[in-house]
């Protein structure tokens, strides 16, 4: 079976650039999930969809970052203008039930 | 204020020792609690779950709950090198919203 997917691995940006995130879930997972994992922290949620619905994105900076999952599958988180502090590991994760299965993660660097 | 606080904030322990890490939940409607591991630079990866009270045991894993103090532990005996790796504690209030809160970890690292 495979995993959760995620691209790019790696993404180094200058401050004010944008930058878009992709992640394929495990096939069948309802329910996907993106966190921000800063440096020697534990990941933190941003935002999670069941099928194609934001249930929360209370954590999402909404100014400048918008996630979308237009067909209840793929799924894209954009910051449209990037900071030094939102130089983190992007996690997204999938889950049919409890148990989440993570992506490798996108580690983004922001200069 | 985290709601989930994680001790030590790392540990170090000789090849075959043991490895005692604890979670604690502040919020009183948490009742299940995960354990995951994250090797550097790679994505977690759930380790053992437990939802009961009392002591769950994976080989060389041995999880305990008290549901009452919202604390549970992580215990791992005859530790390897291998085992050296981040340890998140995660958990879910199923009356809410089911997102799963994660603590800021243990940094594990066994010494050879």
């Known amino acids: 079976e495979a995993g959760v997917t995620q691209s790019p691995r790696y993404a180094v940006l200058q401050e004010g650039q944008a930058v878009s995130f992709w992640c394929d879930p495990i096939s069948g997972h309802d329910t996907l999930y993106w966190y921000q994992q800063p440096r020697d922290q534990g990941p933190q949620l941003l935002v999670y969809f069941r099928d194609e619905a934001v249930i929360d994105n209370s954590q999402l900076p909404s100014d400048r970052f918008s996630a979308v999952r237009p067909k209840g599958t793929n799924s894209t988180l954009k910051i449209q203008s990037a900071k030094q502090g939102d130089t983190a590991t992007y996690l997204c994760?999938?889950?049919?039930?409890?148990?989440?299965?993570f992506g490798p993660g996108t580690r983004l660097t922001v200069l | 204020q985290q709601k989930v606080q994680q001790s030590p904030e790392s540990l170090i322990v000789p090849e075959g020792g043991m490895a005692s890490l604890n979670c604690t939940s502040s919020d009183r409607n948490v009742d299940y609690f995960w354990w995951y591991r994250q090797h550097s630079g790679k994505s977690p990866k759930m380790l053992m779950s437990i939802f009961s009270n009392g002591e769950k045991e994976e080989g060389r894993f041995t999880v305990h709950l008290n549901k009452a103090s919202l604390h549970t532990s992580l215990h791992i005996r005859d530790s390897q090198p291998s085992d050296s790796a981040l340890y998140l504690c995660a958990a879910i209030a199923s009356s809410g919203s089911w997102q799963l809160i994660f603590g800021s970890g243990t940094q594990l690292t066994v010494m050879p």
């Open positions: 994760a999938s889950s049919f039930g409890t148990e989440q299965f």
